[in-house]
């Protein structure tokens, strides 16, 4: 079992609809990374959770320590936002530990 | 653009030649980090400098893996005799600012 799962793996949705990725981890954490990667490789950082909610425009970030659960909402989901989203986790050590990500598609 | 600039951003080579990638930071930082990408799959960890010095290594990372960081600015990333299982994205990381790391667009490697 990997130590960060993420699901779905793969999301379609239509243009407008409220999104949810969801990740849960299996070890103790420092803090929790939200990160998007479009087609082409570029991998950018979304958020750094430890605790709580953060907000950025649309984009919102939930984690819960006690159940090692986060969430990474979008809203009013645009095709623009299509790319893949991935969670990782960094523990004691400097690493991240990434999950496999969810391939998000929004249709116009 | 990103704070970090990997080169090349693509290489092709045949099974058994060594390749080097280079990733340059545009700001300076004391940590730095590769991490390989394979098709469908998180990225993996690889290594990790604290200035020149090479922290910490992953078990992905054989003997004929080495990176460097000889200044404490740039680094850069060698494989040595080639495998198609070396074929990924090799992806150079540095700490941001509000929201963790800033990553380069990373270095493609087929191995044919």
């Known amino acids: 079992k990997n130590e960060v799962e993420q699901s779905p793996q793969n999301l379609t949705a239509q243009e407008g609809e409220f999104i949810t990725i969801n990740c849960s981890y299996s070890?103790?954490?420092?803090?929790l990374h939200w990160l998007q990667q479009h087609p082409g490789g570029g991998i950018v950082s979304l958020f750094m959770?430890?605790?709580g909610k953060k907000k950025h425009g649309r984009l919102i970030a939930t984690i819960n320590i006690q159940e090692k659960h986060s969430s990474l909402h979008i809203t009013a989901s645009h095709p623009r936002d299509s790319a893949v989203y991935i969670c990782?986790?960094?523990?004691?050590?400097?690493?991240?530990?990434f999950g496999t990500g969810t391939r998000l598609t929004i249709i116009p | 653009d990103t704070g970090v600039s990997q080169d090349p951003r693509h290489k092709i080579t045949k099974r058994g030649q060594n390749v080097t990638f280079r990733c340059d930071p545009i700001?300076?930082?004391?940590?730095l980090y590769w991490y390989r990408q394979t098709l469908g799959q998180g990225p993996e960890f690889l290594t990790y400098f604290q200035n020149e010095a090479q922290l910490e290594k992953s078990r992905l990372l054989s003997d004929r893996f080495s990176a460097e960081r000889p200044k404490g600015s740039f680094s850069t990333l060698e494989i040595q005799r080639t495998e198609q299982g070396d074929s990924a994205m090799y992806l150079c990381?540095?700490?941001?600012?509000?929201?963790?790391?800033?990553f380069g667009s990373g270095t493609r490697l087929t191995v044919v």
């Open positions: 700001s300076e930082h004391n940590r």
């Open positions: 070890v103790g954490i420092s803090a």
């Open positions: 990381a540095t700490p941001g600012e509000d929201y963790g790391y800033t």
């Open positions: 959770l430890s605790s």
């Open positions: 990782a986790v960094k523990s004691g050590n400097e690493k991240l530990t």
